[in-house]
């Protein structure tokens, strides 16, 4: 039992490496919601939302609204990073986007 959860933590660990370390992300002003998800946001959240190997990090079926998303993309949580550096406009945008997929 013990064996399993450490290849569990062990494989987490793994697949999650990367995520969360993004570096500032400032797109220009007008940038669509759509590329700013695809360079700011599918290395951990898949491109897609399905989640980094299919379900780690997914983004379908979230509960949250669009102002909660917004507010998770400008205070970040856990280790996914902050992104203050968006307009609100781009925020909301992208939260849009992120209840779409």
Known sequence: MRLRKGMVLGLTTVALAGCGDQEA???EAGTDAST????????CHGQEGQGKFGFLL????????????????????????????????????????VTDL
Do not use: K, V, W
């Not at 997914?58 to 968006?86: C, V, Y």
């Open 58 to 97: 997914s983004l379908e079926d979230t509960q949250l609204a669009e102002e909660g998303i917004a507010d998770m993309i400008a205070n970040g949580t856990g280790i996914m990073p902050a992104f203050p550096e968006l307009e609100e406009d781009q925020r909301r945008d992208l939260a849009r986007y």
């Open 36 to 43: 700013m998800f695809e360079e700011g946001c599918a290395h």
């Open 25 to 27: 992300y400032d797109p």
